[in-house]
Each structure stands twice: as C-alpha cells, then as structure tokens.
C-alpha cells in the first residue's frame, strides 16, 4: 500500500468490510433484513411496572443509535462510542466532564464554534481557557496547574497544521490531563489518534463520516470505561441525542466512507499540486505535499489525508471574491466533507467570530481560500480553477 498512498501508514486492514458489515448480520433482526430496520419509537412497553428490558426510553437508548455507536467506537478502536445532535452538541458533553475552575488548553487554530463554545459558554460556568500553537513544547509551556483537558484538531482548521498525538498523550498523561482529538478532518480510516495515546476522539459526523451533508450529529469515543459510563449518562440526562432516523443515514453514509475518503484524497492532491503551480497562487498548505513543513511528521500518523487544502490567492479580498465568484464546480459554502466540492473564505465565512488580530496571527488572512475538495471527476475540478483563476 505504501507505494499508492505516497509513503504514509498502511491503511488499517479490513476497514471496508468493518464500515459494511459490523453489528449489522440480517440474523440479529426479526425478518432477517440485510438492511437494519430503524427502530423510531420513543418508548418501551414493561412487563411489571419498573421491569425493564433493555430499553426503556429513547434518550437513555434506541437500538439503530446503538448499532452506529458500537461500530464508531470499533472503528476508533475504542471501548465506548455516545452521539449526539451535533459535533458542537458532542463538545458540550465535553464541558459537562469538567467543574468549575479546571482549564482547557486548546490549540489556538481551532474550528470557530468551538472557539465561541470554549470562551463565551465554558468561562460562565468557571472554566478557564487558553490557546497553544500546535508545537507540544508550547502545551508544555501553557499547561496549568488546573489543566484537565486539551484540546486539539490535527490537521488543524484552517491552516492544515499538524499535531504531534503521540508526543502531546505523553505531556497530558503527565500532567493528568485528558487528551481530545478533534477527527473530522480525517475520518478513522486515515487517523486513529485513541491508537496513538488520546484519550477521547471527537467527531463531526455532519462531515466526512456522513459525507452527504443532510445530517448534523457528533460523537465522542473513549477506551476507559469509567469516562465511558460518564459520557453515556450525560448523552442521556443532558438530552443531546441524535434522532434514530439521522443515525440509520450515517449509518448508510459510512458504507461507502473509505471509497469516498480515497477519491477526496486524489483530488485533493490533484488540486494541491495544480494549484501549488500556478503563478496567481502564493502558496498552498495541505499535509500531502513535500511543501508542507510538517509532511514527516503527517506521514507518520496518517495513513492519508482527506479534501481539505487551503492557499493564499496573489491579491487582496477583492481579487480573492472575484475568484470565489467565477467558481463553478465548487460552491461557496460552509461546511466541508460533502461530495460536492466546497470553498469558503474563512476570514469572513467560519472565523468571523474570531478577533481579527488573533485571525492574522493564524494565517486567516482575507486572502486565504480553503477547499473542501469533493469526489466529482478531477478533470472538472482542475478544469473549474483554470478558468476561475484566469479571471483574476
Ligand atoms: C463542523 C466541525 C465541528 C462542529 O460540528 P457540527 O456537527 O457542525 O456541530 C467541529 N470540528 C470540526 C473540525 C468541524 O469541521
């Protein structure tokens, strides 16, 4: 495999049959379907009053969200896997581990509603939050006394920077902090961050996992079963569960995941290289490309990466509207993940709620476009840049 993927990690063995076939054998359901029934119902009728099967209320468990739950957390290889209604909802539950003053250290390129979700809802409820760069030796300088978890997305959102898992566990097993990893970017066919010390993956699964951009839902994985048993008890009594019907569509998506993820990822290179070319580009960041700073090091804990690039156009916000606005194939949109092909220009798009000062300190300048790169034909991707790019 290393000589198709460009020298990163083999891809883990078995993972298609896995995404397909796992907790789904047509012999667990009552007409042996091949595809799982969804199980709607809200309530579960006892025999004796107080009697309760396995089930008594949807919010504590419902069988389809069970199913995609226990095929998430092997995916993760993980012990436990909780969803909830959205990536977001699932960072809540997060905040929900912690009390009043323990610390968050969180890398500072962090997707924007994180960022608002840490510094204008946590600090209410006494929880103190900085930022580090995305070198452990500068978590090792921010680490408090108080410092209970850290939080990071690897390749980073937007600038596609890339953290060192196995080196931060270390820093956070030190120091008795849980380790969160933000996966969306990559998905667990390419990053298992639990494999390389994390304590706790977090996902969007609005994202690459659903992949078709009509379900918002977010997850949490762990190996320890005692945070396990907390984050199911608080996925009930907090009431942020998914609906049985959005977990069935991931549970659909997510057949098709690692054929979706290998075409992001060859037209996201297509796309990095023919852009990193182009004269009316400055530069392109994006983990696949000898360019990148820290290509070594992402190929050491990826084993591929998925359709996220980003790259400074030549110009100022207004050249860089005018491209945005000669793009055909890809559309302007938030979000990212989809089979369709997606920009944004993040500045004023995801990150507007980020101080400006603290945006241009990241790279989120107005002249910087990131790609959410989809799984159209990569002729007609190249073919769209062209004739954008030629009209700026
Ligand atoms: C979208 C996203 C989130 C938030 O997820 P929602 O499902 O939109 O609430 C968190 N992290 C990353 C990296 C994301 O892309």
Request: charged residues 20%; neutral net charge.
């Amino acid at each position: 495999m290393s000589n198709t993927n460009g020298g990163f990690l083999s891809l883990p063995k078995g993972f298609s049959t896995m995404a397909i076939h796992e907790e789904q054998e047509p012999e667990k359901w009552a007409h042996k379907e091949v595809i799982m029934p969804i199980s709607l119902t809200v309530s579960y009728k006892q025999s004796e009053p107080g009697i309760v099967k396995k089930y008594s209320h949807s919010r504590q468990g419902n069988p389809t969200r069970d199913v995609l739950e226990r095929v998430i957390a092997k995916m993760e290889n993980g012990n436990c896997a909780t969803c909830y209604g959205s990536g977001l909802g699932s960072i809540t539950t997060l905040l929900a581990l912690l009390k009043q003053g323990d610390h968050i250290l969180c890398i500072d390129d962090v997707y924007g509603g994180t960022y608002k979700l840490f510094t204008e809802v946590g600090t209410r409820f006494g929880v103190e939050v900085s930022f580090s760069n995305c070198n452990v030796t500068s978590f090792a300088k921010n680490i408090r006394s108080n410092t209970r978890m850290i939080f990071v997305e690897t390749p980073t959102n937007p600038t596609l920077q890339i953290v060192d898992i196995e080196e931060l566990s270390k820093l956070a097993k030190k120091h008795g902090a849980l380790l969160v990893v933000d996966n969306t970017f990559l998905t667990p066919y390419f990053q298992r961050p639990l494999v390389l010390g994390a304590d706790i993956v977090m996902h969007s699964l609005t994202k690459y996992m659903n992949g078709h951009s009509d379900v918002s839902m977010g997850a949490l994985v762990v190996k320890d079963e005692q945070i396990g048993k907390r984050l199911k008890f608080l996925q009930e009594h907090m009431g942020v569960v998914p609906s049985p019907f959005d977990c069935y569509q991931v549970l659909r998506g997510m057949k098709t995941l690692t054929l979706r993820m290998d075409q992001h990822r060859e037209n996201s290179l297509a796309v990095a290289r023919y852009l990193e070319n182009h004269p009316k580009i400055e530069k392109v960041l994006h983990p696949g490309l000898p360019s990148h700073p820290q290509h070594e090091l992402a190929k050491k804990q990826m084993s591929g990466h998925s359709g996220m690039l980003a790259a400074y156009i030549k110009g100022d916000i207004v050249t860089t509207k005018k491209f945005l606005k000669s793009l055909k194939c890809f559309t302007l949109a938030p979000s990212l993940g989809d089979s369709e092909s997606l920009v944004a220009l993040n500045a004023v798009m995801t990150h507007s709620g980020v101080p400006k000062e603290q945006r241009e300190k990241l790279g989120i300048t107005d002249n910087l476009v990131r790609f959410s790169v989809g799984i159209e034909d990569t002729e007609d991707l190249l073919a769209d840049l062209e004739q954008a790019l030629a009209q700026i």
